[in-house]
């Protein structure tokens, strides 16, 4: 069994076309033969009938010679005695037995053996009332025309077929190799690729095939990988800056703890640290969760109640700075993890409470198209905004508007960008959208099946 393309494709196509050329031979040779032999028995038959019109009047002496395409003709008694015959039958036997005596007309066809044994004869026979009694007429075409026809039509099918065949295989794999030259090319080209050098780009050919869109999603793909590539990097950067500022700052702290010897300082010292650590474990469990979004590990999605979730979380936060108002719709169900649920609205309520004035909302309704319901939540304060122009970018990783306010507050840069991607794990999406005052996140998540189609 071949096995590369190029080789099964050609073994492939000679097949069928050997196939179809052998089916197509014999059809022709069969149709050829067929309706030269009806021409034969035709003029056979026409000849057979004059005759035997002929000897029904009892004028067997006015038979003409035998047509063009008959070969002979031969009248024979009930008794099998030669009553007339062609020229090249004279003194001959009769051919054939005479059949038994039966009034008017009747044709029979045989085909058989040739008096000279160098061609077949297709003869026909008639019975016919006589004034003398009753006759068999018989009346044979040759069939060396058809035998001539078959034997140059095999001979022709047996030097083309094999030429055409070879035809098709050849043009069958210089076409299949010329198609699958691109291929190769992009195989050879990925196959040097490294996660060094993912900026190389496979060739596109001119020729807007299947092979043009291969090599244009291959290229898509690579764009996706060298992304993806650039943020990796750029995530294990900021993240290596973020972690070195606590970890510079902690271990300033614990030198300078442990050159004082006041007893009277090292609360302070000591706690300062803490902060750092807890700074620092903070930032390890963004870092693991961002780890755990990114490699699309699965968790389990259950229905829930989005309303009574945001109110359990909203009910622990009795330590706020600014107090959380609800305003929470009744029967939102979705699909999806508790705990990751429960994070996007912790998330949004740290980043309003680091910059809310006076107060935090946090609102929960449906929306949506009857086919395509979605809960939807926003979480709005009433701080100094977000400029138009940021509030995508607020959504990135390790990103601050303010950078010094937000490492005052204790941020990391990722609540954000957290919760956009939880968001979207849950088949959702989290924006920032324009107020009149404050800021206003909104998070929407699709309802769960159930509570779609009651709607």
């Not at 149709?31 to 000849?47: K, T």
């Not at 039958?89 to 066809?109: F, M, S, V, W």
Request: zero cysteines; a neutral charge; aromatic letters at 4%.
């Amino acid at each position: 069994m071949p096995t590369t393309v190029r080789a099964r494709a050609t073994v492939g196509a000679s097949a069928v076309v050997a196939a179809a050329l052998a089916v197509a031979s014999f059809a022709l040779v069969g149709l050829l033969e067929a309706n030269l032999v009806r021409n034969a028995e035709g003029d056979a038959r026409r000849q057979a009938v004059t005759v035997a019109r002929l000897a029904a009047a009892g004028n067997l002496t006015r038979v003409r010679p035998a047509v063009r395409g008959v070969d002979f003709v031969q009248v024979v008694s009930a008794e099998g005695r030669v009553l007339f015959a062609s020229p090249n039958l004279a003194d001959a036997p009769a051919l054939l037995p005479a059949p038994p005596p039966r009034p008017g007309i009747r044709l029979h066809t045989w085909k058989v053996r040739p008096v000279d044994g160098e061609h077949r004869l297709r003869v026909v026979q008639v019975v016919t009332d006589t004034p003398d009694g009753i006759v068999t007429v018989y009346a044979g075409a040759s069939l060396r025309g058809a035998d001539a026809a078959d034997d140059t039509t095999t001979a022709a099918l047996a030097i083309g077929m094999p030429l055409l065949l070879a035809t098709v295989a050849l043009v069958t794999w210089r076409v299949t190799g010329r198609a699958l030259r691109p291929v190769e090319e992009i195989r050879a080209e990925v196959a040097g690729i490294s996660d060094r050098d993912l900026h190389r780009r496979v060739p596109v050919p001119h020729t807007r095939d299947e092979v043009a869109s291969l090599a244009e999603t291959m290229n898509a793909t690579l764009d996706r990988l060298e992304a993806s590539g650039i943020r990796q990097r750029q995530f294990i950067a900021d993240a290596s800056h973020e972690l070195r500022s606590p970890i510079t700052v902690l271990r300033t702290q614990l030198e300078v703890a442990l050159a004082v010897r006041d007893p009277d300082l090292w609360p302070e010292l000591i706690g300062g640290a803490l902060e750092d650590i807890e700074r620092l474990q903070q930032l390890a469990a963004d870092l693991l969760l961002l780890a755990r979004i990114d490699a699309a590990q699965p968790v389990p999605a259950v229905p829930l109640d989005l309303g009574a979730l945001v109110r359990d979380t909203v009910a622990v936060r009795v330590g706020d700075r600014v107090p959380v108002g609800a305003e929470l719709a009744a029967g939102v169900l979705v699909t999806g993890n508790a705990l990751w649920l429960a994070r996007i609205v912790t998330n949004l309520l740290d980043n309003a409470q680091r910059f809310a004035a006076t107060q935090v909302a946090v609102v929960l309704r449906t929306a949506g198209r009857p086919h395509a319901p979605t809960a939807v939540l926003y979480v709005i304060d009433d701080g100094p905004g977000i400029p138009p122009d940021e509030r995508e970018r607020v959504f990135e990783r390790f990103t601050r508007l303010d950078d010094a306010r937000s490492r005052d507050h204790g941020g990391t840069g990722l609540g954000l960008a957290i919760a956009r991607d939880l968001a979207a794990h849950h088949g959702g999406w989290v924006s920032a959208e324009p107020a009149s005052r404050g800021a206003r996140m909104v998070v929407r998540i699709p309802l769960a099946p159930a509570a779609g189609a009651g709607r």
